[in-house]
Protein backbone atom coordinates (compact mmCIF):
# COMPACT_ATOMS: atom_id res chain seq x y z
CA UNK A 1 0.00 0.00 0.00
CA UNK A 2 2.99 2.25 1.28
CA UNK A 3 4.54 2.20 -2.42
CA UNK A 4 0.97 2.29 -4.20
CA UNK A 5 0.74 5.95 -2.52
CA UNK A 6 4.13 7.22 -3.29
CA UNK A 7 3.94 5.82 -6.68
CA UNK A 8 0.37 8.07 -7.41
CA UNK A 9 2.25 10.85 -5.61
CA UNK A 10 4.74 11.13 -7.57
CA UNK A 11 3.09 10.80 -10.35
CA UNK A 12 0.61 13.39 -9.12
CA UNK A 13 3.52 15.83 -8.70
CA UNK A 14 4.97 15.33 -12.18
CA UNK A 15 1.85 15.99 -13.91
CA UNK A 16 1.15 19.00 -11.68
CA UNK A 17 4.29 20.28 -12.49
CA UNK A 18 4.04 19.33 -16.35
CA UNK A 19 0.63 21.47 -16.59
CA UNK A 20 1.63 24.42 -15.13
CA UNK A 21 4.80 24.36 -17.66
CA UNK A 22 2.09 23.51 -20.43
CA UNK A 23 -0.31 26.55 -18.94
CA UNK A 24 2.48 29.18 -19.05
CA UNK A 25 2.23 28.94 -23.31
CA UNK A 26 5.48 30.39 -23.54
CA UNK A 27 6.82 29.86 -27.12
CA UNK A 28 10.63 28.69 -28.51
CA UNK A 29 12.65 31.67 -28.96
CA UNK A 30 14.08 30.98 -32.64
CA UNK A 31 16.72 32.07 -34.80
CA UNK A 32 14.09 34.55 -36.70
CA UNK A 33 12.84 35.68 -33.17
CA UNK A 34 16.84 36.23 -32.25
CA UNK A 35 17.27 38.26 -35.59
CA UNK A 36 14.61 40.38 -36.04
CA UNK A 37 15.51 41.57 -32.21
CA UNK A 38 16.46 45.22 -32.46
CA UNK A 39 14.51 46.98 -29.75
CA UNK A 40 14.72 46.44 -25.81
CA UNK A 41 11.23 44.90 -25.90
CA UNK A 42 12.07 42.57 -28.70
CA UNK A 43 15.65 41.29 -26.41
CA UNK A 44 13.01 40.85 -23.32
CA UNK A 45 10.33 38.77 -24.58
CA UNK A 46 13.42 36.75 -25.58
CA UNK A 47 14.75 36.72 -21.94
CA UNK A 48 10.98 35.84 -21.08
CA UNK A 49 10.91 32.73 -23.30
CA UNK A 50 14.44 31.70 -21.90
CA UNK A 51 12.99 31.92 -18.16
CA UNK A 52 9.91 30.46 -19.30
CA UNK A 53 12.23 27.28 -21.01
CA UNK A 54 14.40 27.14 -17.88
CA UNK A 55 11.05 26.85 -15.14
CA UNK A 56 10.30 23.73 -17.62
CA UNK A 57 13.49 22.54 -17.47
CA UNK A 58 13.38 22.76 -13.52
CA UNK A 59 9.61 21.13 -13.62
CA UNK A 60 11.41 18.61 -15.31
CA UNK A 61 14.06 18.02 -13.12
CA UNK A 62 11.81 18.05 -9.92
CA UNK A 63 9.55 15.11 -11.24
CA UNK A 64 12.63 13.29 -12.30
CA UNK A 65 13.96 13.72 -8.65
CA UNK A 66 10.41 12.34 -7.53
CA UNK A 67 10.61 9.02 -9.99
CA UNK A 68 14.33 8.41 -8.93
CA UNK A 69 13.15 8.20 -5.12
CA UNK A 70 10.13 6.33 -6.11
CA UNK A 71 12.30 4.06 -7.56
CA UNK A 72 14.84 4.33 -5.03
CA UNK A 73 12.42 2.96 -2.52
CA UNK A 74 10.63 0.31 -4.36
CA UNK A 75 8.31 1.69 -6.69
CA UNK A 76 9.75 -0.48 -9.64
CA UNK A 77 10.07 -4.89 -9.61
CA UNK A 78 13.12 -5.89 -8.31
CA UNK A 79 16.45 -5.66 -10.80
CA UNK A 80 15.20 -2.67 -12.09
CA UNK A 81 14.93 0.28 -10.11
CA UNK A 82 18.81 0.76 -9.95
CA UNK A 83 18.87 1.43 -13.41
CA UNK A 84 15.76 3.74 -13.60
CA UNK A 85 16.88 5.72 -10.69
CA UNK A 86 19.92 5.94 -12.28
CA UNK A 87 18.28 7.27 -15.32
CA UNK A 88 16.31 9.67 -13.66
CA UNK A 89 19.23 11.41 -11.68
CA UNK A 90 21.08 11.65 -14.91
CA UNK A 91 18.03 13.35 -17.04
CA UNK A 92 17.84 15.56 -13.38
CA UNK A 93 21.69 16.59 -14.05
CA UNK A 94 20.45 17.19 -17.52
CA UNK A 95 17.51 19.61 -16.92
CA UNK A 96 19.00 21.04 -14.71
CA UNK A 97 21.89 22.15 -16.76
CA UNK A 98 19.38 23.46 -19.33
CA UNK A 99 17.30 25.49 -16.85
CA UNK A 100 20.91 27.36 -15.82
CA UNK A 101 21.88 27.81 -19.59
CA UNK A 102 18.46 29.01 -20.49
CA UNK A 103 19.08 31.67 -17.53
CA UNK A 104 22.28 32.65 -18.18
CA UNK A 105 20.51 33.37 -22.22
CA UNK A 106 17.55 35.24 -20.77
CA UNK A 107 20.27 37.26 -18.51
CA UNK A 108 22.59 37.94 -22.12
CA UNK A 109 19.22 38.84 -24.00
CA UNK A 110 18.47 41.28 -20.85
CA UNK A 111 22.20 43.19 -21.46
CA UNK A 112 21.74 43.65 -24.79
CA UNK A 113 18.35 45.29 -24.12
CA UNK A 114 20.32 47.49 -21.91
CA UNK A 115 22.78 47.69 -24.56
CA UNK A 116 20.19 49.14 -27.38
CA UNK A 117 19.02 51.68 -25.35
CA UNK A 118 22.75 53.42 -24.17
CA UNK A 119 24.05 53.03 -27.85
CA UNK A 120 21.00 55.68 -29.05
Known sequence: MKRLVMML????VALMLSSGA?????EHVDSAQIAAAKTPADHEAIAKSYDA???AADAKATAHES???????GGAPKGSHTAMAGHCE?????YRGVAEENRL???????????CCAQK
Not at 9 to 12: C, E, K, P
Not at 22 to 26: D, E, T
Not at 67 to 73: E, G, I, L
Open 53 to 55: EAV
Open 9 to 12: SAGT
Open 90 to 94: KLVKQ
Open 67 to 73: MAKTYRT
Open 22 to 26: WASGA
Open 105 to 115: LAAAHRQMAKD
